[in-house]
C-alpha cells in the first residue's frame, strides 16, 4: 500500500475517544466567556449602564466618555479572567471571520509598560488590513480599512483575547464586510415591519428578526484528510469512486452518533455555551460522517456572528479530536452535501412572532400581511435571493438530489394554500358588504394553532413555511448566513412599506382599514402566486413549469451572481440604503473573484493530482502486469490466452493514462487561454465555467475508473469509503 495511505490507515485505527472530561452542564456555564448585557451591568457605574442601555434600544451613537468607562469595564472583567491581548473581530467578504491581536500593554517613552485599553481603542481601529477582497474599493496605496465597534453584538473571550465584534469599512466609509449592510438591512425591515404593525397594535415599538440556523458539516479523520490533496486544499474530493455502500441504506440519519464524535460534539458544544451560543440540536445527517448542530434562534446580527463563531470553534475543537471538519457544500461526489438551513421569522418587542398565527382574528390577519408581503418579496426578488446564496461550492450542492433546487420557490402547505386561494376568490374590487367581511375575518380567525405540526414537510423546497418561521434551504454550510440575510430582510423591508403606501392609499379614498388590508393583500397573493410551488421540486417537470413562470432555472454561479446588478436589485438596496452603488459593484466582482479563484485552485489541485499521484501509480502497477504476461508467456509460450485479461486492464490502463494526459493539458490550456483573453475578473470566471469546469468531471472519470482497475495495496489516495466510514 502506498506509504501515505497505509500511515494514515494505521493511525486511524489506533484512535479512540478523546473525552473531554467532566463538561460542567450547559446551565452553569452558559455565556461564561461573555461580556453580556448582565455583566456590563455589573462592571459599568450605574449612571453609565443607563446611558448605554438606552443608546443601544434606540440605537444613538455612543460617546468617547461613555466609550472610555465602557471599555474599562470590559477590560477589568477580561484582566481578571486571565486575558492579555484585545482584537477587533469582523467578518470580511471573503467569508471567514478576521482578527488582529494587540496586547492591553503600552510602551511609556521612559521604557515603563503600563495596561492600556480606552474608548478610543475599543471604538475604532484601523487593521492593516489591505489583503482582504475590496472590488476595487481600496487601493493598496490608500489600503487604511477601519473597523467599528458594533455594541449590539457583546464582546467575548477566546483563547485570552477579549474579541470585540465591529463592522469593517474601507476609509471612504465603503462597507467591506457583510455586517455594515446586514445592520441597515434589520433596521430597514425594522421600522417597515413595526409601521405596518400600527395598523393593528400600537404599542410595537420595534420588530427584530430572528435567525436559526442548522449547520451541516462532514468530519473527516485528520491523517485520512492529510493524505488527500483535493481534501486539504479545496474542502471537497476531487476524485474517487463511489464506495459499494453510500448512503443508500438510510442507516445514518438520526443513529447513534459514534462515540469519537460523540466526544467531538461534547467539546463543542461546552465550547459554544461558554461563548453563549445557544446550541442545542445534534444529530446525525442523511450522509455517513454527515452531521448538523442547531441552536435556539436568536436576532439575526448575534445569530449570525454566532455562526461565524461557531464555525471557527468547530474547526479548532476538531482538531483536538484528530478530525478535520468539512464546511464545504459538497465534499463529496454521489453523496448528500451540506447546507445552512437559515429559519427565519420577525418578532415585536411586545413577544409576538409575526409569522405565527395567533387566536384571534386580528392577529390572524397581521399574521397574513407578514406571510404575504415575504412571499411576494422572495417572488419579486427571486433572482437577488438566489444570488445572495450561489458560490462554487454551492454550485456543486444545489439541484442535486435531496438539496434544493436552483429554481427559487415558497412551500406553504395544503391549508394556508387553500385560505390564500379562497381569500383571492373572495376578496372582490368593489365596495364588500358587511357579510362578506365577517365571512372572510371568521376564515381567517380559524388558522389552527396545531398548523406547525400539520405543516406537511415538502423538502425539495427552497424556501419553506414551516408553521411559525420560513426556512431558507438553499443558503449553503460554508457561507456566512449575512449575505442572505441581507437581501432577504431588505426585500421584505421594502415589500412591507409597500404595503403601507398601498393600504393607506386606499384607506385615504375612504376603504376602511380591514378591507384595504384584505383589497391589498388579494392583489399580491395573486400576483406572486408564480413563486408558490407545492409539488416534488425535484422533478423534471417542474424546471419546465417553472420557465413558464419566469422562474430562473440558472445552475451556474457566475450568471446567477449578474442578478445583483439588475435594475431592480439595485433599486432594492441602494434604494433602501442598505448598499451604494459602488458597494454592491465591489461585492458583485468579489463573488466572480471568490469564485474564480476557487475553480482555478480545484483545476491545478485536480491536475496536480492526476499527473503525480494517479498516472505514476497507474503506470507501477501496469509494468507489474507486464512483467506477468512476460513471465507467463516465457514459462508457457503456447498458451497466450492465460494473459489475456492482464493483456486487457494493461490497455485499458493506457486509455485511461492517455486520456487523463491530454485533458489535463487542454485543462491547463484553457486556463491559460482564459487568463490571457480576460482581465476582467467577471468575464474570466465566465470562460473559467464554460471552458474549465467540463474538464473537472471528464478528468475525474478516468481517474475513478483507474481507481477500479489499479491494484488497492498501491492506491495512493484514502478511498471514500475509508473517508465514509472510518470514525
Ligand atoms: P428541523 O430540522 O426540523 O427543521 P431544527 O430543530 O433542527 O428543525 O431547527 C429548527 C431551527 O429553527 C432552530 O434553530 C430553531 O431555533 C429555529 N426557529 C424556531 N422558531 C424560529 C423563529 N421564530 N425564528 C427563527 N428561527 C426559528
Ligand atoms: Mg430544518
Redesign the pocket.
Known amino acids: 500500500m502506498s506509504k501515505s495511505r497505509f500511515l494514515a490507515l494505521e493511525k486511524l485505527s489506533s484512535r479512540k475517544p478523546v473525552c473531554a472530561g467532566d463538561c460542567p452542564r450547559g446551565s452553569a456555564i452558559f455565556g461564561e466567556a461573555v461580556f453580556s448585557i448582565e455583566k456590563t451591568r455589573q462592571y459599568l457605574p450605574a449612571g453609565a449602564f443607563k446611558r448605554l442601555e438606552n443608546a443601544l434600544i434606540e440605537g444613538t451613537p455612543i460617546d468617547r466618555p461613555l466609550a472610555d468607562q465602557v471599555a474599562a469595564a470590559m477590560k477589568a472583567w477580561a484582566v481578571e479572567r486571565g486575558v492579555t491581548h484585545y482584537t477587533h473581530w469582523f467578518h470580511p467578504l471573503n467569508g471567514a471571520t478576521a482578527e488582529k491581536h494587540d496586547a492591553f500593554i503600552d510602551l511609556l517613552p521612559d521604557g515603563h509598560v503600563i495596561e492600556t485599553f480606552d474608548g478610543r481603542l475599543l471604538v475604532q481601529q484601523e487593521p492593516d488590513a489591505s489583503s482582504f477582497p475590496n472590488g476595487g474599493i481600496r487601493n493598496t496605496f490608500e489600503a487604511r480599512g477601519y473597523t467599528a465597534w458594533d455594541p449590539a453584538s457583546p464582546a467575548f473571550i477566546n483563547n485570552r483575547t477579549l474579541c470585540i465584534p465591529t463592522v469593517f469599512v474601507a476609509y471612504t466609509g465603503e462597507a467591506l464586510d457583510y455586517k455594515t449592510p446586514l445592520l441597515k438591512a434589520l433596521s430597514a425591515l425594522d421600522k417597515a415591519a413595526t409601521d405596518v404593525c400600527h395598523y393593528f397594535d400600537k404599542d410595537v415599538s420595534r420588530v427584530i428578526a430572528?435567525?436559526?440556523?442548522?449547520q451541516e458539516y462532514f468530519l473527516v479523520d485528520e491523517a485520512l484528510y492529510n493524505a488527500r490533496p483535493d481534501l486539504k486544499l479545496c474542502g471537497r474530493t476531487l476524485t474517487g469512486h463511489a464506495p459499494a455502500k453510500g448512503q443508500q441504506l438510510e442507516d445514518q440519519y438520526f443513529g447513534a452518533i459514534p462515540s469519537r464524535v460523540t466526544a467531538f460534539m461534547e467539546e463543542l458544544e461546552h465550547e459554544c455555551h461558554r461563548l453563549g451560543i445557544p446550541v442545542?440540536?445534534r444529530?446525525n445527517e442523511v450522509a455517513p460522517n454527515q452531521f448538523?448542530c442547531?441552536?435556539?434562534?436568536e436576532e439575526v446580527n448575534l445569530a449570525v456572528d454566532h455562526n461565524q463563531l461557531l464555525m471557527s470553534t468547530m474547526k479548532k475543537v476538531a482538531r483536538r479530536h484528530d478530525f478535520r471538519v468539512l464546511l464545504h457544500e459538497k465534499p463529496y461526489k454521489g453523496i448528500n452535501g451540506s447546507g445552512k438551513?437559515n429559519?427565519?421569522?420577525m418578532?415585536t418587542d411586545t413577544g409576538v412572532?409575526l409569522?405565527?398565527p395567533g387566536k384571534k382574528p386580528k392577529t390572524n390577519l397581521q399574521f397574513l400581511v407578514f406571510l404575504v408581503s415575504t412571499i411576494k418579496a422572495v417572488h419579486e426578488h427571486s433572482d437577488l435571493i438566489k444570488a445572495s446564496i450561489v458560490s462554487r461550492g454551492n454550485e456543486e450542492r444545489l439541484g442535486g438530489d435531496e438539496a434544493p433546487p436552483v429554481i427559487m420557490s415558497v412551500f406553504l402547505g395544503e391549508y394556508l394554500t387553500n385560505l390564500l386561494d379562497e381569500l383571492e376568490r373572495k376578496v372582490s374590487d368593489k365596495k364588500m358588504s358587511a357579510d362578506e367581511k365577517t365571512e372572510l375575518k371568521l376564515n381567517v380567525g380559524k388558522i389552527p394553532e396545531i398548523m406547525l405540526d400539520n405543516t406537511d414537510?415538502n423538502r425539495t423546497s427552497p424556501f419553506a413555511f414551516?408553521g411559525?418561521?420560513f426556512?431558507f434551504r438553499a443558503v449553503g454550510s460554508s457561507a456566512n448566513c449575512g449575505a442572505p440575510m441581507i437581501v432577504l430582510n431588505t426585500a421584505v423591508a421594502d415589500q412591507l412599506a409597500r404595503f403601507k403606501r398601498d393600504a393607506d392609499a386606499l384607506i385615504n379614498k375612504g376603504v376602511k382599514k380591514d378591507e384595504a388590508i384584505f383589497k391589498v393583500l388579494r392583489r399580491y397573493i395573486t400576483e406572486s402566486k408564480p413563486v408558490r410551488f407545492e409539488k416534488n421540486g425535484y422533478s423534471s417537470e417542474w424546471k419546465e413549469e417553472a420557465a413558464t413562470r419566469g422562474l430562473s432555472a440558472e445552475a451556474n454561479c457566475v450568471p446567477a451572481l449578474r442578478a445583483y446588478l439588475s435594475d431592480k436589485s439595485r433599486k432594492l438596496l441602494v434604494g433602501n440604503g442598505v448598499l451604494t452603488e459602488r458597494e454592491l459593484e465591489a461585492r458583485f466582482e468579489i463573488k466572480n473573484e471568490i469564485y474564480l479563484k476557487k475553480l482555478q485552485i480545484e483545476s491545478r489541485v485536480l491536475g496536480d493530482v492526476a499527473l503525480n499521484h494517479v498516472i505514476p501509480t497507474a503506470i507501477t502497477y501496469q509494468n507489474r502486469l507486464l512483467q506477468n504476461v512476460a513471465g507467463l508467456k516465457a514459462v508457457m509460450p503456447d498458451h497466450e490466452e492465460l494473459s489475456a485479461v492482464q493483456i486487457e486492464t494493461i490497455r485499458a490502463i493506457s486509455h485511461h493514462v492517455r486520456e487523463i494526459q491530454t485533458r489535463v493539458a487542454s485543462m491547463t490550456e484553457a486556463r491559460k487561454q482564459a487568463n490571457n483573453a480576460f482581465a476582467d475578473p467577471v468575464e474570466r470566471a465566465d470562460a473559467y465555467t464554460k471552458e474549465v469546469r467540463p474538464f473537472l468531471e471528464s478528468i475525474r472519470y478516468h481517474v475513478d475508473k483507474l481507481e477500479l482497475l489499479v491494484d488497492d495495496e498501491i492506491w495512493p489516495l484514502p478511498k471514500y469509503r475509508e473517508l465514509l466510514f472510518s470514525r
Open positions: 430572528t435567525l436559526g440556523w442548522e442545542k440540536t444529530h448538523e442547531a441552536p435556539v434562534f438551513h429559519n427565519w421569522s418578532m412572532n409569522l405565527s414537510r414551516t411559525n418561521r426556512e
